[in-house]
């Protein structure tokens, strides 16, 4: 079964970094787009980042400037780097990698707390 199993969650203080792993166990070099979600607590699943058929990342405004995302397609892995963290970019953080309109895979998330 092909997973996606996401790392590298944790506190941090305001002003603060972590670096988000996602490993697959599938290939991404073929896959059409890769993401990072997150939801915080009473809100809906947002889009942070995203890479779209190989190209340069995408970035909400709100983490514009401070996250960059990175693939490595010989380790099928996707990080997410996250500096300068506030208080609310706390939630769960979840990987996502998309090869089709009905194949698309969803990690279990970890969660990121920023908080003093």
Not at 13 to 20: D, V
Not at 60 to 77: H, I, L, Q, W, Y
Not at 82 to 88: D, I, R
């Amino acid at each position: 079964q092909v997973q996606l199993v996401e790392s590298g969650g944790g506190l941090v203080q305001p002003g603060g970094s972590l670096r988000l792993s996602c490993a697959s166990t599938r290939s991404i070099f073929s896959a059409y787009a890769l993401a990072w979600y997150r939801q915080a607590p009473g809100k809906p699943r947002e889009l942070v980042a995203s890479i779209i058929s190989g190209g340069s990342p995408n970035y909400d405004d709100s983490v514009k400037g401070r996250f960059t995302m990175s693939r490595d397609n010989s380790k099928n892995a996707v990080y997410l780097q996250m500096n300068s963290l506030k208080p609310e970019d706390t939630a769960v953080y979840y990987c996502n990698v998309v090869y089709g309109s009905t194949d698309v895979l969803w990690g279990q998330g970890t969660l990121v707390t920023v908080s003093s």
